[in-house]
């Protein structure tokens, strides 16, 4: 904590912190002083490290109309087709969205956040130790490369799903 905020103290100093900023991260860091003996000692780390915005998934009524769309207006182009009838088209070197034809059209089916060193079991088990449920689709259709698929709900129902960092479809 002494270092924290003798680093506070210089950046203040040295005038790249207001007074007002350099008031604010102390209170901060006093909170979080008079906090720790109520966090509990089982804390949990979290299940992974988001890495990236791997995709989007969107539920359209028409997949190549909609890929015709992205094509056209912002130059995107397609990456694969994975065998359920949707496909993905390229967004840069780390990401992509995904259009299929699910129910609902119109709508985002889910997002999916790339992690490193992804495991679908082990994931979904410290889920599970968060009190978050989790469901594995093992249906290589689902995707080009096949595997295993991890997906859960955030807590307003957004259906998310973690993928390795660098999965492109």
Not at 19 to 43: E, K, N
Not at 83 to 100: D, V
Not at 132 to 157: C, K
Request: charged share 20%.
């Amino acid at each position: 904590m002494e270092k924290q905020i003798e680093e506070l103290v210089t950046r203040f100093e040295n005038k790249s912190m207001s007074r007002r900023d350099l008031v604010r991260s102390l209170l901060g860091l006093a909170g979080t002083m008079l906090a720790s003996p109520l966090l509990s000692a089982q804390q949990l780390a979290p299940v992974a490290l988001g890495k990236s915005m791997n995709h989007v998934s969107l539920s359209v009524a028409d997949v190549n109309r909609s890929a015709d769309f992205y094509s056209r207006v912002l130059g995107m182009q397609i990456i694969s087709r994975p065998a359920n009838g949707g496909l993905n088209m390229g967004l840069g070197a780390e990401s992509f969205l995904g259009l299929y034809q699910f129910q609902n059209p119109g709508s985002m089916h889910h997002l999916c956040i790339g992690v490193d060193d992804y495991d679908a079991d082990t994931m979904a088990a410290r889920l599970e130790q968060h009190g978050i449920a989790a469901s594995v689709s093992r249906d290589p259709a689902n995707r080009t490369s096949g595997g295993d698929q991890l997906y859960f709900n955030d807590p307003d129902g957004i259906r998310v799903q973690l993928a390795q960092h660098g999965y492109l479809g």
